[in-house]
């Protein structure tokens, strides 16, 4: 039976990573993520999944974990995160859609998604994705796009906007951008067997005129402590989440790491620059150290 799976953003060829993060007008926003992310990752881990890792502003932040698996749909950022991290065994990069991981039951301890959510039309779609790529007790670390800020809600009191930052449904502002509800986004993580533990509010100050009268060591301090109101209530643009999976899913197939993303047939036999899958025949390329996983 063909499946049909939602529309994607694909950055291949995108200059992003220069145009958003090198100009230094987003160094706050970078900062107060790194916060985040520090507060919330475990100190020690075997296997990360890095999904939606862009050219690889957050990879070499995941310190206390072994190994590092890098998931971008364009190959384009992933050549550009293999030019800042270097090749080593330490990282895999991997060209695939988030909603077919190509990735064995249970294999990773930890996951990542960082501004990543806002892109997807299906994210309970994608989140299910990841929870089947984790183990038991995995965590999962994800942030998104936070429709019940306090921006939004004065220009809704104001009537500056139709849209209600109160209700369930995702709101698309573009195209493929949303912002999303927090109540939602913790029934999706539940529903696809994880449990919540924390939640911390993140870029409280994204206000031009903050960033230009306030130094930007002392705007990051004051965000680092808004942080902590994080389980209490949800206002900010960004919400990080850490969330473990529940359950018991198939333990992880010794030893492997891909499966095939069309038949979910696993383990894939490695031939000479590619992954073979013995059950569909269809052949997985690799080159240039990115493995190729797309199925569109």
Known sequence: MKVDYPPIIDYEGSDYQDRFWGGGDRAYEDQVEAIALERLLPEHGRLMLEVGAGAGRNTSRYRGYERVVLVDYSRSQLEQAQARLGRSERYVFVAADVYRLPFIPG????????????????????????????????????????????????RYALKRQAWSPFTPEPV???????????????????????????????S?????????????????????????????????????????????????????????PVCDHYPLAEGDDEQVCSNCGRRWSSEGGIFDFRVR
């Not at 990773?108 to 959510?117: H, K, P, S, V």
């Not at 089947?132 to 998104?144: K, T």
């Not at 573009?174 to 509010?201: I, K, Y």
């Not at 994080?230 to 990080?240: A, E, I």
């Open 204 to 260: 409280h100050f994204r206000l031009g005129i903050a960033k230009r009268l306030i130094p930007l060591g002392l705007l990051v301090r004051m965000d680092a402590l808004a942080q902590l109101t994080g389980d209490w209530w949800q206002l900010s643009p960004s919400v990080f989440t850490r969330a473990r999976a529940k359950g018991s899913p198939p333990d992880a197939y010794p030893g492997g790491l891909f499966k095939c």
């Open 107 to 154: 294999v990773f301890d930890g996951a990542t998604m960082i501004r990543t959510l806002h892109h997807l039309a299906d994210p309970l779609r994608a989140i299910s994705q990841v929870r089947e790529a984790l183990g038991p007790g995995g965590i999962f670390i994800l942030e998104y796009a936070n429709k019940q800020n306090l921006k939004a809600i004065l």
């Open 172 to 202: 698309e502002f573009a195209a493929l951008n949303f912002d999303f509800h927090p109540r939602s986004v913790r029934g999706w993580l539940e529903a696809c067997g994880f449990t919540v533990e924390r939640q911390l509010t993140v």
